[in-house]
């Protein structure tokens, strides 16, 4: 009721001016921005805590906020693009903290893609810090009919495949088009394309899934990640160790979900890779179930979750090892 940081807090604010382009006293908006980003201590380009380095290689540079989103551009975008993540893989974006380099991508962006519902509602505070930027935007995640917890829109809608295929690669198609118009019939080909990818691929997931009996189908995980993952694929959620991400859970919804994961008879609990795993760990200890693995939600993780269908391989390959595995796995 009173999060601090409610992952679906405002995001129509930061919604306001999606897909026009923000035009105007251009040199001095883009000025500011990158001051900033110069001003930026030059942490270097090694490795770690840096946002992902841009691939592809074409004329269209785009920035997406995450690196779930990155992937699906380059999908989208082809040899036209170069696409780049704001949020380094293994980072989770709804307590993102923006850093001034974070400023230097926007501000040689031709688009940015984000989710928008709450999920990177940083990205407005980045762009507010230098409005007169001429990137066009598109907010993949807007007008989804939304499943909603406390009122609350949830974000995640590409953990179901097909919302990914029906909407996000359409509203991608239309987004790169609108950055770079004689492109257009390129991206409608290469999203038509990963559309046709996804549809196999669900149906490879289905079949993974259908190897857990329909009572053990049951998922707790860290953050409220995978509703629309869970609707589509048949789980029960029974619960989440965070529904808020960065606000701790009280002793008492502790409590309350150790009683709930012991009446459901709940297998195992999994942890998210961005999330440290502490408060799962300690949750299924006092469960008496296992801890099973990592999945990845918000961000990609290392091969071979490195990219958007093999998240959800990997995902969806964990969980069906989590609650099929006997009982002394
Ligand atoms: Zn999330």
């Not at 046709?196 to 857990?212: F, N, S, T």
Request: proline share 7%.
């Amino acid at each position: 009721m009173s999060a601090p940081r409610p992952e679906n807090g405002r995001s129509r604010l930061a919604e306001g001016s999606r897909r026009s382009p923000l035009r105007p006293p251009a040199t001095l908006g883009l000025g500011l921005v990158l001051a900033l980003a110069v001003g930026a201590c030059s942490a270097g380009d090694g490795a770690g805590n840096r946002s992902s380095a841009p691939s592809g290689g074409g004329a269209l540079r785009v920035v997406a906020t995450t690196s779930v989103l990155a992937d699906m551009t380059r999908h989208v975008g082809g040899a036209r693009v170069t696409v780049s993540s704001i949020i380094p893989p293994g980072v989770g974006p709804e307590d993102y903290e923006p850093r001034p380099e974070d400023a230097r991508a926007l501000a040689t962006a031709d688009l940015i893609v984000s989710n928008g519902m709450g999920l990177d509602d940083f990205l407005a505070r980045l762009i507010e810090a230098g409005t007169d930027r001429a990137a066009h935007q598109v907010v993949l995640g807007e007008g989804i009919p939304a499943i909603s917890t406390d009122g609350r829109p949830n974000p995640h809608f590409w953990l179901d495949p097909t919302l990914v295929a029906r909407y996000y690669v359409t509203k991608l198609e239309t987004g790169l088009a609108e950055a770079d118009p004689a492109g257009a019939a390129t991206y409608r080909s290469n999203g038509a394309a990963f559309a046709a990818e996804l549809g196999p691929l669900d149906a490879e997931l289905q079949a993974e899934v259908a190897r857990i009996p329909a009572g053990q189908r049951k998922l707790v995980t860290d953050h409220d990640a995978f509703p629309y993952f869970a609707r589509h694929f048949g789980f029960e959620l029974v619960g989440v160790v965070l529904p808020n991400v960065g606000q701790e859970p009280t002793a008492a919804d502790m409590a309350a979900l150790v009683t709930e994961v012991r009446a459901a008879g709940v297998r195992a609990i999994f942890s998210e890779a961005q999330f440290s795993p502490r408060l799962v760990q300690a949750l299924a200890a006092e469960a008496g179930v296992s801890l099973v693995s990592t999945l990845y939600s918000d961000a990609l993780g290392s091969a071979p979750a490195d990219s958007y269908e093999g998240l959800l391989r990997w995902d969806v390959g964990q969980i069906v090892a989590g609650l099929t595995g006997g009982a002394g796995g």
